[in-house]
């Protein structure tokens, strides 16, 4: 699983307590990455790395699911990130997991197949594959 825009780590602290399997973290703000890169240092399963989600060097990870937590402000940033990641894993199954995603960046997801979601107010997540619907 990657987590693009990991912050602090919370999301894979989460998962990691469930789930172990390999995380990858990818926080551009260098103060919060070297937290976060402290925090997992004893887990051989969790890499954290400092860059920038938009160079797609995550895409080298060979992740199967990504978590977004809304990190990029414009939609079309939004677009560009989800494309060319899906393009980049045209042949297998891959899941995004949004958190707090606002309705016109998840526009893109029109066509893939929705797999769970839960909205309170103006909070939620969705659970995206990037099978298409037909």
Same mark, same amino acid.
């Given at each position: 699983?990657?987590?693009?825009? !990991? ?11 469930? %789930? /172990? ?5 990818? $926080?551009?703000? *260098?103060?919060?990455? $070297?937290?976060? #890169?402290? %925090? ?6 969790? #890499?954290?790395? &400092? ?13 199967? !699911? ?9 939609? +079309? ?11 980049? &894993?045209? *042949? #297998? ?11 016109? /960046?998840? $526009?893109?997801? &029109? /066509?893939?197949?929705?797999? $769970? ?13 990037? +099978? *298409?619907? %037909?």
């Amino acid at each position: 699983m990657a987590d693009l825009g !990991c912050g602090g780590g919370r999301s894979i602290y989460f998962f990691n307590k469930k %789930l /172990k399997i390999n995380y990858y973290g990818i $926080e551009y703000q *260098k103060d919060i990455y $070297e937290g976060c #890169k402290k %925090l997992f240092s004893s887990l051989s399963n969790v #890499k954290i790395y &400092n860059d920038n989600i938009m160079s797609y060097d995550f895409l080298n990870y060979n992740a199967d !699911c990504f978590f977004i937590n809304d990190p990029l402000k414009h939609k +079309e940033d939004f677009d560009n990130l989800i494309i060319n990641t899906i393009n980049a &894993n045209n *042949k #297998k199954i891959i899941y995004f997991i949004l958190i707090n995603v606002d309705e016109t /960046k998840r $526009e893109i997801f &029109n /066509k893939y197949k929705l797999i $769970e979601s839960y909205k309170y107010k103006t909070k939620g997540y969705y659970i995206y594959s990037n +099978e *298409k619907i %037909l």
